[in-house]
């Protein structure tokens, strides 16, 4: 794009190079509004509808706030009803969730970094293992599982849910790719040499180049299982081990029965909110964290 | 720096000297934990499953003991291959694979690329967490909430459709269930995708860029040259897991069945199975018919890869 | 030096690890019951597996009354899945709620106690002939009848008043006024088409004298689409086809929002509606009426839909205790005065409807004491009628079906035919005899 040339011709195009990074630059910021809009949506809606009466919330389409704002009463009979099982639910998701990703993160980077940076008999064989770990759905694990379980008496335990949590095939598989795009084999070969051994590399060469991927493998993993609903509902009888999802469903399947106390449906739309702002705070938390990560890792 | 190595024998000789049996062992041992755990949880019950699903239940008389189970073979397969209800299934679950899930993933795409060249790091967060809400939040909890913002007299998006003069929109009948679905996977889905691409587009070397910029590449051109082939692992990954997830649809599917007439039980293979194995009891017949769903991802997932390396390989 | 520190740390995590183990095991192994050799003055464990939110309340008047017993309650939803798993395990809990139509399933497994050889064929005469001869099969006695769910109708007495409708006694009057009000008002409907519970459809069904299983010669006899049944499937295809009934699926946030804002005047359920409409439409308070069904013609006839039953376990530890339980709870007095007002069940137990508890003028209705209303709907019921042991299975067929003919792919009466031959195969499918 030589600037040497004259005519009128060259200068509107000159003049409209510069208007269309703005323009492209305008119309990008307006498209990831929409975006934003759109995903916001059904939550704002969610908050909204947790601020209502039940008269309010079944007699109107309003998308706003409609009748007296009841957010606040409807927050503290959520977490006071029934003996306050509500914080017992949440403090479950977070014990399996965070539990259950420690460990899995911790032994998918393991795995994910000795397939990516070793080459052993086996190695395809596993990778491939590991991949058909995700086709089997898990509405037919459910019951073998369960039975699995109840004969070494683990049934309706923390372990129960906690220790199958701990599985996550997608984590070992973005470890790899990370593990063989981001590290070196030299920094490897130079650790070596300075004597450390193999399991001191993975430690600190390793983890400190995987940290990205990690952190994006915890949240993936805590979401997951945060939200897995099917394992805790075939294992659990006892409501004091439920994580939140199941604890929700619960309270949503007695809204159907006869008995019900009449603010039901209040402390399920609340107690929904609750269920997952959580995870939406802790991943901006991280996100925040990661990139400070990343940048004292591009200064050195 | 291997250059300078080979040119050093002392150097070259403790290279060999560092790959003993020890460096079989070391990546073992790394493996070790995982597959512990993915022995005991996922490869016992899926050989409980299948071995599930070669036996079949027999009863004496009016069935008022407990049931025995006799070995059938592939007797459960023959007749899985010909239920007309999982092939219904899986093909709806291909339509809902080339329709939602490769728009959802040119949408995520065209999101990430968005927010790459966006300089405010204010504004990428917010659109980052954003992103991140929708698949963190239970299915549960989604399903209450489209209960409320699909049904014809309750929902806001209706009530301005049908302000706006537009008659007989319900997301939830017959002829627009397809759409009203594609819409929650799409609102669910998108999100994650773009976080996966927004994380392999921050791999993308700050050199290269700035090169291509300097060259008086176009952001358009930067995009599409520069960064897109850049994605491409990601994106294959994307894709396939997509694929992975939409073949093996359940939770979302299952939870809208509640509201509309315009899902069946059998709607998804994954909803199949979950119906026979808890609600019809038949634990043997499911397991089969997990097992070919299973196959069939494997066998899809396994051709899409292929074919992805010889698109890269050229 | 690096290893002592990591085989410091290694310690420490294995006897944090061993403590944790030591704690879960214990605590399993407490939740298991087999406690009955802790003290030597511990009350007999009873593990009852209910789905019903305030039995919490009747669990712990019990335990207070009998100090020799503890009975321990799990809240479960959805419990048949569950329980089918933990029978399969061989660790069922002591008693279980099983609802009528889910009890051959039950009893089909081999798992539930026969209480006829304890004696508990002396209540024979306390509950209706149906609910009686629904817990009993080949000879034996499987359950106990708790609540049960005659039908009845609903109506919001006020639009009745507007419309100037008067309470339709027989199914013709019922179709004409549903034409009638849908032709006064489009955006009102007489009834909602709940496709999507097809307990409600069968028991319509049941009403008109539809028995869909018996047993004879050993052998299970499906009869699905008998006459009544294709004569009710036709009646609501008729109503559907005219616009006079709407089809919302029920038990959802647009179900509720038909019956406050009055887009649909009537709910045809069993008498435990009650509870749920006052909870979920709270502003339509007093505006309630409930009346018999609509007749057929010939005996005044009901049917029952939903109801429960409460069960003993062969592998119960604690058999007399738990024998005990579930006497107490369904055929006393002081039980009845609290699963009526606590849990809103209504009773299986004739006896309990001459209790004041149970006969309370109720303000959501208008003051209305539903009682004598729900007590004769339930001696109408057909005392022949059988469930067999794949109902659950049935009832998700159904409603596949019922909605695909909702939908415009087929009629009423062509999914009661299909769902024939669809039952006769499952039955098959699960290794039961089926009579040609």
């Excluded at chain 1, 795995?111 to 509405?139: E, M, Q, W």
């Excluded at chain 2, 024998?9 to 000297?17: E, Q």
């Excluded at chain 2, 966006?118 to 489209?146: D, E």
């Excluded at chain 3, 006020?158 to 549903?178: G, I, M, N, Q, R």
Aim: proline share 6%.
């Amino acid at each position: 794009m030589s600037a040497n040339e004259a005519g009128t011709g060259q200068r509107t195009d000159a003049r409209l190079s510069e208007l269309s990074p703005r323009l492209a630059s305008a119309f990008t910021s307006l498209f990831l509004m929409m975006i934003v809009v759109y995903f916001l949506f059904p939550i704002v809606w969610l908050v909204t509808a947790a601020s209502k009466s039940t008269t309010a919330l079944f007699g109107s389409t309003s998308f706003g706030f409609s009748g007296p704002f009841e957010l606040w009463h409807n927050i503290s009979i959520t977490f006071s009803y029934d003996g306050g099982i509500y914080g017992r639910w949440m403090l479950n998701s977070a014990i399996y969730s965070v539990g259950a990703s420690l460990i899995g993160v911790t032994t998918a980077a393991m795995a994910g970094f000795a397939l990516a940076k070793y080459d052993f008999p086996g190695r395809g064989f596993l990778f491939g293992v590991v991949l058909s770990g995700v086709l089997v759905p898990a509405t037919v694990l459910a019951l073998p599982l369960y039975l699995e379980f109840s004969r070494v008496h683990l049934v309706n335990t923390y372990w129960a849910v906690l220790l199958p949590s701990v599985v996550n095939p997608f984590g070992v598989y973005i470890c790899r790719i990370y593990a063989a795009q981001a590290i070196p084999d030299d920094l490897l070969d130079a650790a070596r040499i300075d004597g450390c051994s193999e399991f001191r590399i993975f430690w600190t060469v390793g983890v400190n180049l995987m940290k990205p991927v990690l952190v994006t493998a915890f949240c993936f993993q805590v979401v997951a299982v945060w939200n897995n609903f099917l394992l805790p509902l075939i294992m659990d009888t006892s409501s004091h081990l439920f994580p939140l999802v199941l604890g929700i469903y619960e309270w949503n399947q007695v809204s159907q029965r006869g008995g019900a106390p009449p603010f039901i449906f209040n402390i399920i739309l609340t107690g929904s909110l609750f269920a997952f702002l959580p995870l939406g705070l802790a991943f901006l938390f991280l996100q925040r964290s990661l990139r400070r990560g990343l940048a004292i890792g591009a200064i050195q | 720096m291997s250059a300078v190595g080979t040119d050093i024998p002392i150097l070259r000789k403790r290279r060999r000297n560092d790959r003993p049996g020890s460096s079989v062992l070391a990546p073992l041992a790394l493996c070790f934990p995982f597959f512990a755990f993915f022995a005991l949880f996922v490869i016992v019950p899926v050989v409980y499953a299948v071995v599930l699903s070669t036996k079949e239940i027999h009863r004496s008389g009016l069935g008022l003991a407990p049931p025995t189970s006799r070995f059938v073979g592939l007797r459960n397969y023959v007749t899985a291959l010909g239920d007309g209800r999982l092939g219904g299934g899986l093909v709806r679950v291909l339509e809902y694979f080339l329709v939602q899930s490769l728009s959802m993933l040119v949408l995520a795409t065209v999101i990430a690329l968005a927010l790459d060249r966006t300089s405010s790091r204010v504004g990428k967060a917010v659109v980052r967490t954003v992103c991140f809400l929708p698949f963190s939040m239970p299915l549960v909890v989604g399903s209450v909430m489209w209960s409320f913002l699909y049904a014809p007299d309750l929902s806001p998006i209706v009530h301005a459709v049908r302000s706006a003069g537009i008659s007989g929109f319900d997301p939830l009948s017959p002829h627009l269930i397809f759409w009203g679905l594609t819409n929650i996977l799409t609102w669910e889905w998108t999100g994650y995708n773009v976080i996966i691409l927004v994380t392999a587009l921050q791999a993308v070397p700050p050199e290269v860029i700035e090169a291509a910029r300097m060259d008086g590449a176009s952001e358009w051109r930067l995009a599409t040259l520069i960064k897109l082939p850049l994605l491409r692992p990601a994106l294959v990954m994307a894709t396939l897991f997509s694929m992975i997830g939409v073949l093996q649809m359940f939770g979302e599917p299952e939870t809208i069945s509640a509201i509309t007439n315009s899902i069946s039980s059998d709607y998804t293979p994954n909803m199949y199975v979950y119906t026979t194995a808890f609600t019809a009891d038949l634990v043997n017949y499911a397991s089969a018919i997990a097992v070919v769903l299973a196959a069939l991802t494997g066998i899809l997932s396994f051709v899409a890869l292929r074919a992805t390396r010889r698109i890269s390989a050229v | 030096m690096a290893t002592s520190w990591r085989q410091h740390l290694g310690r420490r995590i294995g006897a944090a690890a061993a403590v944790a183990v030591a704690i879960a095991v214990t605590a399993s192994v407490s939740q298991a019951g087999t406690d009955g050799g802790r003290t030597r003055l511990a009350p007999a464990v009873v593990h009852f597996w209910s789905w019903d939110p305030n039995m919490g309340s009747l669990v712990a008047q019990f335990n207070k009354s009998h100090p020799s017993i503890k009975v321990v309650l799990s809240d479960i939803n959805p419990e048949y899945a569950k329980l089918s798993a933990a029978i399969t395990a061989g660790n069922p809990p002591d008693v279980a709620q099983i609802e009528f139509q889910a009890l051959p399933q039950y009893i089909a497994t081999g798992a539930l106690l026969d209480l006829s050889k304890d004696g508990f064929d002396k209540y024979k005469s306390s509950f209706p002939g149906w609910a009686w001869s629904q817990v009993t099969q080949g000879g034996g006695l499987y359950a106990l009848p708790q609540d049960a769910g005659p039908a009845v109708l609903f109506y919001r007495k006020d639009l009745f008043a507007k419309y100037h409708l008067a309470v339709p006694t027989t199914w013709p009057k019922f179709a004409a006024e549903s034409k009638s009000l849908h032709a006064a008002n489009p955006k009102a409907y007489l009834a909602d088409f709940t496709a999507n519970d097809p307990s409600w459809l069968l028991g319509l069904m049941a009403q008109a004298g539809a028995n869909w299983f018996g047993i004879s010669n050993n052998a299970w006899k499906v009869s699905i689409n008998d006459r009544p049944s294709i004569k009710v499937a036709n009646y609501w295809q008729g109503l559907i086809k005219s616009g006079a009934a709407k089809t919302d699926p029920g038990w959802t946030a647009q179900f509720w929002h038909d019956l406050t804002d009055g887009s649909v005047l009537t709910w045809m359920s069993g008498g435990w509606a009650a509870d749920l409409i006052t909870s979920q439409c709270p502003s339509t308070a007093g505006k309630w009426g409930v009346a018999q069904l609509p007749q057929w013609g010939g005996a005044p006839a009901s049917a029952n839909i939903g109801g429960s039953t409460d069960a003993v376990f062969k592998a119960t530890k604690n058999k007399a205790a738990a024998e005990t339980f579930v006497a107490w709870l369904n055929t006393t007095n002081e039980s009845w005065k609290n699963l009526y007002s606590k849990v809103h069940l209504v009773p299986a137990y004739l006896p309990a409807f001459k209790l004041k508890a149970v006969n309370s003028k109720l303000p959501f209705f208008g003051g209305q004491n539903l009682a004598p209303l729900l007590k004769t709907a339930s001696s109408r019921v057909n005392t022949a009628f059988t469930w067999s042991p794949i109902t659950e299975a049935l009832y998700t067929q159904a409603g596949d079906l019922y909605g695909q003919a909702i939908s415009g792919k087929g009629t009423l009466a062509g999914s009661v035919a299909s769902l024939q031959t669809w039952a006769v195969q499952t039955l098959k499918a699960g290794g039961y005899p089926v009579a040609r």
